[in-house]
């Protein structure tokens, strides 16, 4: 009879909590079914379109540059051993239909534990330095993205936008981790600059089963970085190669890991005399010692850069657009302000 009624009662907490926990040898798909209601949230007119229930299509009805999303809360919070569970995803962000001049790309985000102030970014220094990634945003530019993280490791991921780590922190944040339980309640798909964020896998499976599994091999590098020497004050790149290629696209870094884009995330294309030229026309950078050309790996390709006219005086005045506090190392300035 006592045994009866632990158990009533046992039943009872679980679903006065309202939290679904699973054992640990059952695989959980976190991303629903393809009927599922999701809420969208449309930032400026711009919108995320769902297709097939893992196709997630940012519409772009203005020209800003602006982050749609939608979210899909659980009827329950998920609930999945730190020590048993695995997350697997395998997903792919691309550019098909984003307009011309658009920065494509997505980000997948968790909410934890109740907490609804702040998601937490699958894009963190944990799935970072898994996939050899040189990009430390919490959003994942073109490309596809596939590995197996248990959550173990995971549970000390830093999100890059709010500070805070999924298995708690000191800036008055629950922690996402509950009695050794991870707690997922909802998830978040962004697909920015008219970019399509394509889910293959999204689910939390038994490390045991996953163990097996080859680590993911980084996609071969279609790039070339040049090395300056050491920071100049640029106002412009040419690049001139025999190789094939119909665009490039260009960006610039202090120290040869974060770099910032030099065109705002369009392509240079190739000019009639078979040169890739990008003028900065209304703006310089100082600092600027590695120049890297995606789209192209032809290592003797020549890379030059024109130097802004007697140098670009750091001392200002100017206008700073931030990038040095996101880490960038480089700061770019808008010409009339010289």
Known sequence: MKRTIAIVLALLMISVLGITFVSADETINLLPAADATWEKTDNNNNTVNIVDGNKFVGEMKTSADTWPAAKYTYASPISASVEDYTLSFDFTISGEGAPEGARPRGAIVFYFNGYTEGGYHLGNDV?????????????????????????????????????????????????????????????????????????????????????????????????????????????????????????????????????????????????????FVLDFHTRGVINAQFIKVEGITDENAEITVTEGENGIDPQGPYTCTGLNEQGYGVIVLKKADL
């Open 127 to 275: 799935v970072h330095a898994k996939l050899n990634m040189a990009d430390t945003s919490d959003d994942f530019e073109v490309g596809t993205y596939k590995a197996d993280i248990k959550l173990s490791e995971l549970k000390d991921a830093t999100d890059p936008d709010w500070g805070y780590t999924w298995g708690g922190n000191d800036k008055g944040v629950p922690s996402g981790i509950v009695d050794g339980n991870l707690i997922i309640d909802s998830l978040e798909i962004y697909a920015c600059g008219g970019g399509t964020v394509t889910i293959n896998k999204l689910a939390l499976v038994p490390t045991n089963a996953s163990s097996g599994d080859p680590e993911p091999q980084p996609e071969p590098k279609n790039e070339v970085v040049k090395d300056l020497g050491a920071g100049k004050s640029i106002t412009g790149v040419t690049v001139k190669t025999t190789e094939e290629a119909e665009s490039v696209k260009i960006s610039c870094s202090v120290n040869g890991e974060q770099y910032y884009d030099l065109n705002t995330g369009a392509a240079v294309s190739k000019n009639d005399a078979g040169e």
